[in-house]
């Protein structure tokens, strides 16, 4: 979501299923531990040669190399036969419980509009990757959106890219393709635009002074206080914007980087990232595990919140010591917008790293990701997916990271508090002879 430009969420460091997380710009996200779940549900797992695996990069005389660009060209993966999970199965409702092919497309358009933009001009002026310019990333898309409206099945889709298009992978965390993905959401809270004996626990809009603070800024423990309600005594002051019962909620929504609001007189607006002050995230998460308050081995955001709720005075000393703070502005009805100002597209839209990946660009992803069943338990499932890079985080940071936007609500914070897991990443350019 809109993080410093766009909100971005901050890392809970261990995980959002650790303890949440995107930063829309800056504060943007959960989940930085692995957990190690496996894939089951509708599809069938793939033989073990089709796998995950099967998309690293290829082994090369350069993968050693202190040189290795981020992004590699590289040819198609070939399906094994039978292979669902190689398609993207949601547009068409394949083995899906939803069609989504107008999501995919509204987010392209939005992409599309983006990289027609002064901004994008800018931001690929000096891009570093050979092959991936600002007009290739533009005539791709547009032509990918062509062969979109015309294919029936993303089997067809599938054919028609690789024909077409050429891979550009991320070299990953490992140089071999190895892309650590997590999720992120837009949660929905109840606020009040006054204080009250019930609502108590504010956010604040962005100091107009800020930028002639002294540094090292004020820390979280000085700004609001252990208990997060002593904003009135500080630079804060006069600066609270909403008020919500729960202190926590307050707090994931700068993880987060933005919020729809259900307010208490009826009324419903939206908030995202303003601004931040200058010191990096500090994983909630991560310090409940090493003071052996909750295991780090299968650590989850359900986990971690389960254990606030049944120690809710912890909240005291456990957030103060993320000493980041991130501001927020009321949108007005604006959904979550990503780093390059546009919306975000549930299951459709990601952030990276953008001082390293193109922004606006079409990308396709492969890894283990959930979804609830028809009893409301989440299933995790290998599946590609299409999507645009729309977004980035203050936790995702290098070739190895990649946070995937999951929508808005209850549902949508459940698939997120469990999104963990190694991938695949790769952008879509039409080949030199197509453009």
Known sequence: MNKTPAAKRLPLDIARPLLWGIALSIPIFMLVYFVNLQPFGRLALS?????????????????????????????????????????????????????DQKALLTSIDRSLQYLQ????????????????TRSSVLLSLQRFRQILLTSKSAKQLNTAVNKEFMLYQSIGSDKKGGVLFTSYYEPIYEASRTPTAEFRYPIYRIPPDLDSWQRPHPTRLQLEGADGLQAEKNKLRGLQIFWFRDRMEPYMMQIQGSARLQLTDGTQTHVGYAGNTAYNYKSIGRELANDGKVPLEGMTMPKILGYFHKYPQQLNVYIPRDSSFVFFKENYGVPATGSISVPLTADRSIATDKSLMPPGALALIRAHLPFPNSTGKMEHRVVSRYVLDQDTGGAIKGAGR??????????????????????????????????
Not at 74 to 94: I, M, Y
């Open 402 to 435: 990649v946070d995937y936007f999951v929508g808005a609500g209850k549902i949508a914070g459940d698939r997120a508090g469990v999104t963990v897991g190694q991938g695949q990443l790769f952008y879509l350019l039409l080949k030199p002879k197509s453009i």
């Open 117 to 132: 933009s002064s901004s994008a001009a800018s931001a690929y002026k000096d891009y570093p990757v050979e092959g991936i």
């Open 47 to 99: 033989p073990a040669q089709c796998q995950l695996k099967k998309w690293n990069l290829p082994q090369t005389t350069n993968n050693t190399s202190q040189r290795m660009p981020v992004l590699v060209p590289r040819s198609s993966v070939t399906c094994c036969e039978k292979d669902a999970s190689c398609f993207d199965n949601q547009l068409w409702g394949e083995n899906e419980p939803i069609a």
